[in-house]
């Protein structure tokens, strides 16, 4: 043991000569009054380093149990709430900080990490309605670490396929391309919080480092910043200065908008409609509660933006408020790249193109590990027929969350946008046998179906998509658009008759796609003009389609282009 005479601090780790906190030199033994801080303990120095550590569960006899954060009231639930998200901080910064200490550390050679996949930690309280802290702290690491460009993070999307005890970490690190693994549990009891991490260097097994907080201060957060600052300064990784600053930011002093931003995203990355909208709901409570929340607004910003493109709401008014949450993260924070993703996407609907290319690039700068936006800037390149760009944005966003589906769907959608159709139905394919309950692989793997002739493949694929469950008047328009090229023209034009009486939001940009398909251009042509006076988000695929190319030789199709930048 080691200990800084200057401010007391204790080093498990004999490696270290300086301490990292004011850089006085350390000297043996244990400091007397040590301050009550958790260390990072780098047993890759030492020879008899233990493999990976289990992770035991803090003895619940010491606390009072409690059912869930949302029975806190009156000042000791405020404390409680103070008390997690200081730990919540404490927990993240020393960990980034641990992470650098060790490539600093071991600087260059076969040591350094320059990969890691987080796992979900798992939530040790025995109460299923804390598996959004559990599942949030572990987000919120990969969301720090991802901000080091040095580093590759696997995204959520990926990593979070691998939970439960006696999990192979070798495999899953040679599975999701890294090296490191980070594992960790979390229990929560009463007013105190204990969270136990530990870091795994896969390639040989061997513990690179293990934390635990346990902690019944009543406000840790002055101390979260002290270490978030510290591991920041400490990095020494070539980090730009906006990369230092954005590592270090707090996001908000207030606990409970911090959970309602962890209980937001926890149901928006479930999916479903019904999710969505109670993420949505979340998100609204949350920047009540702290109206300076920058991460908050951006996070509704991008729910309102999700809801208006599946039509599930108005698209005008919930394009407006997400514009107007979007503009309000941008006056708190510039330097988000939530808020910048979430422009993007509000700038192509409004057919702002350099717009939105502007602000994916910046969100990319702010966080080259993030595969969401790698997967947006890929759908925008493919809409300005930007093919090889495009594929390269959609192939790095799998490299960083290969097992997504929703990733693979993407660079599908892109093959088959690039006019790449036998590329895009193995993709397909893959993803089916993968799961074959999702019905968006059928419903775009029958786009490059109709595209190819094959209809009858096509009209199977789309048929299947319906039968798992997507009921949208899109799969309709396609599939009668497939029907027509079968020669089953009655089947596409009673189709038409049902989406021209129905009550359920029909896109006239969508459905001009079935006139043209059945030889009558004057009513594509009448409800495209609609759909540009309607602004309709359709309008967005006009160049790039397959779907449109019965229309392409008809100057009314140029103008059009024109009138939404796409010429």
């Given at each position: 043991m080691k200990h800084?005479?200057?401010?007391?601090?204790?080093?498990?780790?004999?490696?270290?000569?300086?301490?990292?906190?004011?850089?006085?030199?350390?000297?043996?033994?244990?400091?007397?009054?040590?301050?009550?801080?958790?260390?990072?303990?780098?047993?890759?120095?030492?020879?008899?380093a233990p493999t990976r550590a289990q992770i035991h569960t803090t003895n619940g006899a010491e606390f009072e149990r409690r059912t869930g954060p949302d029975e806190v009231s009156g000042n000791k639930g405020r404390r409680s709430q103070m008390q997690l998200l200081a730990v919540v901080g404490l927990f993240v910064a020393v960990t980034v900080g641990g992470f650098a200490a060790y490539w600093y550390f071991n600087p260059g050679g076969t040591g350094q990490i320059n990969s890691v996949a987080v796992l979900p930690f798992e939530n040790g309280?025995?109460?299923?309605?804390?598996?959004?802290?559990?599942?949030?702290?572990?987000?919120?690491?990969?969301d720090k670490l991802s901000e080091l460009?040095?580093?590759?993070?696997?995204?959520?999307?990926?990593?979070?396929?691998?939970?439960?005890?006696?999990?192979?970490?070798?495999?899953?690190?040679?599975?999701?391309g890294v090296r490191a693994?980070?594992?960790?549990?979390?229990?929560?009891?009463?007013?105190?919080?204990?969270?136990r991490v530990e870091m795994i260097d896969a390639a040989d097994n061997r513990q690179l480092g293990s934390e635990q907080y346990n902690r019944k201060a009543s406000d840790l957060i002055s101390v979260k910043q002290e270490i978030a600052q510290t591991a920041s300064n400490k990095l020494r990784l070539k980090l730009s200065g906006s990369q230092e600053q954005q590592l270090s930011k707090p996001g908000t002093a207030d606990p409970m908008a911090y959970e309602l931003v962890l209980k937001g995203k926890f149901y928006d990355n479930r999916g479903g409609t019904e999710n969505?909208?109670?993420?949505?709901?979340?998100?609204?409570?949350?920047?009540?509660?702290?109206?300076?929340?920058?991460?908050?607004?951006?996070?509704?910003?991008?729910?309102?933006?999700?809801?208006?493109?599946?039509?599930?709401?108005?698209?005008?008014?919930?394009?407006?408020k997400a514009e107007n949450a979007a503009r309000r993260a941008m006056e708190l924070d510039e330097n988000l790249p939530d808020t910048h993703k979430a422009l993007g996407f509000l700038a192509i609907h409004a057919w702002k193109w350099t717009s939105a290319e502007q602000h994916f690039k910046r969100a990319l700068e702010l966080n080259p590990n993030w595969p969401d936006v790698h997967r947006s800037y890929a759908a925008f390149l493919s809409r300005m027929c930007r093919h090889d760009e495009a594929i390269a944005e959609a192939t790095r966003a799998k490299e960083l969350d290969p097992l997504s589906l929703e990733t693979n769907r993407g660079l599908g959608y892109r093959l088959y946008q690039a006019r790449r159709y036998d590329e895009a139905i193995d993709v397909f394919k893959k993803i089916i046998e993968t799961d074959p309950n999702y019905d968006a692989a059928f419903g775009i793997m029958a786009y490059a179906y109709t595209a190819k002739g094959q209809f009858k493949e096509a009209i199977n694929a789309y048929q299947e998509a319906i039968r798992l469950g997507d009921k949208s008047t899109s799969v309709q328009i396609y599939l009668g658009e497939a029907y027509v090229g079968n020669g089953e023209r009655e089947k596409a034009q009673a189709i038409l008759k049902q989406l021209q009486t129905t009550k359920e939001y029909v896109s006239p940009g969508e459905i001009a796609i079935l006139y043209a398909a059945l030889g009558d251009k004057e009513g594509a042509f009448a409800s495209l003009n609609k759909a540009y006076q309607e602004h309709?988000?359709?309008?967005?695929?006009?160049?790039?389609d397959p779907s449109y190319d019965r229309l392409r030789d008809d100057p009314r199709f140029g103008e059009l282009l024109k009138k939404i930048g796409l010429a």
């Open positions: 800084c005479p200057e401010c007391n601090r204790n080093y498990a780790d004999p490696t270290l000569s300086f301490c990292l906190q004011d850089g006085a030199p350390l000297i043996y033994g244990s400091a007397v009054d040590e301050p009550e801080t958790a260390v990072f303990h780098d047993t890759n120095a030492s020879e008899e309280s025995g109460d299923p309605n804390l598996d959004y802290l559990s599942d949030g702290l572990s987000e919120t690491l990969i460009p040095q580093l590759k993070v696997i995204a959520r999307n990926s990593s979070f396929k691998y939970r439960g005890a006696d999990l192979d970490l070798k495999d899953i690190a040679n599975k999701l693994i980070v594992t960790g549990k979390v229990v929560r009891l009463g007013d105190n919080l204990n969270v969505r909208k109670r993420a949505n709901e979340y998100f609204q409570q949350a920047v009540a509660e702290d109206p300076s929340y920058a991460l908050a607004y951006a996070e509704l910003a991008d729910s309102y933006s999700g809801m208006a493109a599946s039509s599930e709401v108005d698209q005008k008014e919930y394009l407006s309709d988000l359709q309008l967005q695929f006009l160049k790039v």
